[in-house]
């Protein structure tokens, strides 16, 4: 069983940037689709971006879009969340899971494991 440690989180001003990194502890991390959600205060968790097992593929939300981009380096076992021109409302905790399948999905049902997120949250 794969288990996901999430970091790179904190404090950042409207404008910022952060880089949030996920890490795995199982080399078989590399057969995995991964995503990254997050869920803001008051919210429902929803869908951030995602990356097949191959680093194929990435797709990013509507809003995030042209501001975030998931990435990931299966010879290190982890995967990137790049996360510029941030907002307010990007305030949340974020989360990344993975699915023992190689394509990415946004439907968070259909991920297996999960880390225990990071949070990210303004300061402005």
């Known amino acids: 069983q794969v288990q996901l440690v999430e970091s790179g989180g904190g404090l950042v001003q409207a404008g910022g940037s952060l880089r949030l990194s996920c890490a795995a502890s199982?080399?078989?991390?590399?057969?995995?689709?991964v995503g990254w959600f997050r869920q803001g205060p008051g919210k429902e968790r929803e869908f951030v971006a995602a990356i097949s097992s191959s680093g194929g593929s990435p797709h990013t939300a509507e809003g995030v879009k042209g501001r975030f981009t998931i990435s990931r380096d299966n010879a290190k076992n982890t995967v990137y969340l790049q996360m510029n021109s941030l907002k307010p409302e990007d305030t949340a905790g974020y989360y990344c899971?993975?699915?023992?399948?190689?394509?990415?999905?946004?439907?968070?049902?259909?991920?297996?494991?999960w880390g225990r997120g990071t949070r990210v949250t303004d300061s402005s």
């Open positions: 199982d080399h078989t991390f590399s057969t995995y689709a």
């Open positions: 899971a993975a699915k023992n399948t190689p394509l990415r999905g946004s439907d968070y049902t259909r991920y297996h494991y």
